[in-house]
Structures are given as structure tokens and as C-alpha cells.
């Protein structure tokens, strides 16, 4: 007996075989998340470098007296809250928060509706739809600058084509709308142009997740005799709600950082009637040169984004646990 119990490397063998099973498994998914993180890592440092360093220096220079010097010698004076304080008591604040809100709001409204409209048209069959489907996505697809430059043209007062056509029929005053010198319509046309320009993302968007509600909803319902309005209500509506969801939440990022089509279109004018909380960030930095107070512009743009995508978010969740109860 003493023998055989003092066989060199018997229990560690049956140890070794009572551990096997489950370090195999354990060992497997370790070299798994390695792979994954290993896959992950060019995209995190792609995202650290070009996305994650430009905000933390805006947010850095928010906070800086940052002038042209300091583009040579990298030195700039920490300014605590005085860009804050400056952009805040500008007196023009209010003015530009308010043109923001009406731009962002009017636009977002009219592109979306559009959108859904054309979207709930495309969802049916009928000849050339694809055709033309494709073709309402050229505004998407073309440069800013150069869809912004055509409309300037086409709504000059003297020689724009919109003034001609409604003057063509009788609707505008002789002499024609001053679309981009009035005051109190500049801000229309250009939140006219973004509209134009946002419709076709709000239209694919919408348009793909259309396609994903299955259509024996749709035929069962008719089949009891639901109206558009009623299917459109409990059905699509409900479905559809992570799209509009995505649609909202980037819509509002994207409109409420708009820079060349008010720029190209209006200049901000006339007297400020056009101008926005990031047109002002950009004119700030690059036409005064003071880049510390463009910055702290930019980064009030920022926490009014997450701010925005935080609520909207948080009270879309709320309603849809609620539609569930």
C-alpha cells in the first residue's frame, strides 16, 4: 500500500483530470475576448485619435485665452470662465439660441414629415419607384456648398427662378421676395434649403424600416375592416418607433450643427436674423480669431446635443414601456 500511494505524480494527475473539463472552456472564451478586443482595437484607436482628441482639446481651449500666437508657440493662458462669461453677456445669445431653435425645430418637422410621407408613398408598388426613389436622393448625395450655391441663385430677389415662378403666377409682390435680404425671411430660407437637403436621409431611413414591418399586419387588419389612419396608428406607428428614433435623435445632431448652408446662403445676415449658435462658433474662430470663445460655443453645442439625445431617449423608452402595460 505504501507503494502504491507513493507512486511519483499520481494525484496531480487525477487533479490535472478533474481540472481539464472546465479549464478547457474557460481558456477558449479567454482567447475569444482577446480576438474580439484584438479586432476592436484599430476602430477604438481610429476613434480615440480623430474623434476623441478633437473634443477634449475643445474642451480644453474652452477654458483658454487661445489666440493666433498660440497656433506657433502652443502656449495659451488658462481663462477660466471668462469665454463662457463673454459668449453668455454678448447680448446677442438670446438671439442666436432662438434663430437655433426655430432652424432646428422647422427643419426637423419638415423633414420629417416629408420623409414619412414619401416613405409611406414608396412603400407601395407601382411602376418606375425605384427610379424615382433614386433620384430624390441626389440632394443627399450632392456636396452642400453646391446645393447651397444653387438655391442662393435661385432665390435672388431680381433674377431667382422662385421669384419669377411666383411672379409668374401672381402670388409674389412686383419686385419679388427679398428671400435672403429681409430680415424677417432669411431664416426661413434658409431653414427652406435644409429642409430640401435632409428629406432624402429622413425618406431612406424611414423607407428601410417600412420594409421591415411584416405585411400580414397590414392584411389582417384590412381584412377587419381597419382604416389607413387606424393601421397606420396601431400598427406602423408603434413598429416604427426605434427608426424614428434614430432619425430624431441624429436629425437634431446634424441640424443643429449646421454651418455651410446658412453660410453659402445667407452669410448669417442680415443683422444676425440667420445666424446660429455654430455659425457664430465658426466666425468666432476663424473671421475674430478668438478661438477660446469658439470653442466654449462649440461646447455648449455639444451638452445641448447629449442633453437632447439623453431626454428624448430616456421619455421614448418611458412611452413605449407605457404602450405596453
Known amino acids: 500500500m505504501t507503494q502504491v500511494s507513493s507512486i511519483p505524480g499520481a494525484k496531480p494527475a487525477a ?13 477558449h472564451r479567454r482567447r475569444e475576448r482577446l480576438a474580439q ?59 442666436l439660441v432662438l434663430n437655433t431653435a426655430l432652424f432646428t425645430v422647422a427643419s426637423m418637422l419638415g423633414q420629417f414629415v416629408i420623409g414619412m410621407a414619401l416613405a409611406l408613398f414608396f412603400n407601395r408598388r407601382f411602376p418606375l419607384n425605384g427610379l424615382v426613389r433614386a433620384l430624390l436622393l441626389l440632394p443627399w448625395l450632392l456636396p452642400m456648398v453646391a446645393s447651397a450655391t444653387v438655391w442662393r441663385w435661385m432665390l435672388g430677389q431680381d433674377t431667382g427662378v422662385v421669384n419669377k415662378i411666383l411672379e409668374g403666377l401672381h402670388v409674389a409682390p412686383a419686385g419679388g421676395v427679398p428671400w435672403l435680404s429681409s430680415v424677417s425671411v432669411a431664416l426661413f ?29 397590414y392584411e389582417a387588419a384590412a381584412l377587419d375592416g381597419v382604416g389607413p389612419w387606424s393601421r397606420f396608428r396601431y400598427i406602423t406607428w408603434p413598429l416604427l418607433r426605434p427608426v424614428v428614433t434614430v432619425v430624431v435623435v441624429l436629425g437634431f445632431i446634424y441640424t443643429v450643427k449646421v454651418i455651410d448652408i446658412i453660410l453659402v446662403v445667407t452669410g448669417g445676415g442680415p443683422a444676425n436674423s440667420s445666424q446660429t449658435l455654430a455659425v457664430e462658433s465658426y466666425q468666432l474662430s476663424f473671421k475674430t480669431f478668438l478661438f477660446g470663445q469658439g470653442a466654449a460655443m462649440g461646447n455648449v453645442l455639444i451638452l445641448v446635443s447629449l442633453v437632447f439625445a439623453l431626454v428624448y431617449l430616456r421619455f421614448n423608452r418611458q412611452a413605449i414601456l407605457t404602450e405596453g402595460e
Open 37 to 95: 478586443w484584438l479586432f476592436l482595437a484599430p476602430a477604438m484607436l481610429y476613434l480615440v485619435a480623430f474623434f476623441g482628441f478633437p473634443i477634449v482639446k475643445n474642451l480644453v481651449m474652452g477654458f483658454q485665452d487661445y489666440s493666433t500666437a498660440s497656433l506657433f508657440t502652443g502656449q495659451a493662458p488658462f481663462a477660466g470662465w471668462s469665454n463662457y462669461q463673454a459668449i453668455f453677456t454678448s447680448g446677442l445669445f438670446g438671439k
Open 15 to 27: 487533479s490535472t483530470r478533474a481540472r481539464g473539463p472546465a479549464d478547457g472552456p474557460r481558456r
Open 189 to 217: 430660407s434658409v431653414t427652406l434649403v435644409n429642409i430640401w437637403v435632409g428629406i432624402p436621409f429622413n425618406l431612406v431611413i424611414l423607407y428601410s424600416g417600412l420594409k421591415e414591418i411584416p405585411p400580414e399586419l
